[in-house]
């Protein structure tokens, strides 16, 4: 193996040259327009959850209602936490993160649904979750070791959704009580 030493002016020279790219380094091997894209619908589809969170928060009625609506908001916080995550990678590579309200539902992974009752609300948010686990699941494995940083901040969000469903799935059947 050859000393690391050798490579370190290449690299430093490489940096140097390519400042304009940020984050972005030779060491780069994903497709970056495309990662870019492909996060850029991670950032709908959290936007269209926190909304619909939201909706689900100030819609919640009933006498369960209270502790179930706490869940509600608590999720739409956490939604807004990754949205704002996914954000700021989409500017570390060099993207423009995408907040244009027009089309917001057609990028988004997720659909946006109210629902009547409590019951309807949480089964709702019970498959956007799923929808969700899903596609980052599958956003996972296609980034391999090609962008470290954006898969491992995908597979936090991952956990948290895969947390998000366990919740729902608690008050569902607890509410079927
Ligand atoms: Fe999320
Ligand atoms: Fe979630």
Same mark, same amino acid.
Request: cysteine-free; charged content about 25%.
């Given at each position: 193996m050859k000393p690391f030493q050798s490579d370190l002016e290449a690299i430093r020279s490489r940096a140097r040259t390519k400042m304009? +790219? !940020? #984050?972005?380094? !030779?060491?780069?091997? #994903? +497709?970056r327009a495309r990662v870019i894209e492909v996060l850029n619908e991670v950032l709908a589809t959290e936007i269209v959850c926190v909304l619909r969170y939201k909706n689900h928060y100030y819609m919640a009625r009933g006498i369960d209602s209270q502790p179930v609506a706490a869940e509600f908001l608590q999720h739409a916080n956490e939604e807004q936490g990754h949205a704002d995550l996914v954000a700021q990678r989409i500017t570390q590579l060099g !993207?423009? *993160? /995408?907040? /244009? *309200? #027009?089309?917001l539902a057609t990028r988004s992974h997720a659909e946006y649904k109210e629902g009547d009752t409590l019951e309807e609300m949480i089964k709702e948010d019970l498959v956007a979750e799923r929808v969700a686990i899903e596609t980052y699941s599958e956003i996972v494995r296609w980034l391999g070791d090609d962008d470290v940083t954006t898969r491992r901040m995908i597979e936090g969000i991952l956990a948290m959704e895969e947390e998000h469903a366990d919740d729902l799935a608690n008050l569902l059947e607890q509410i079927k009580r």
């Open positions: 304009e +790219d !940020g #984050a972005v380094t !030779g060491a780069y091997k #994903a +497709d !993207g423009r *993160p /995408n907040l /244009n *309200p #027009a089309g």
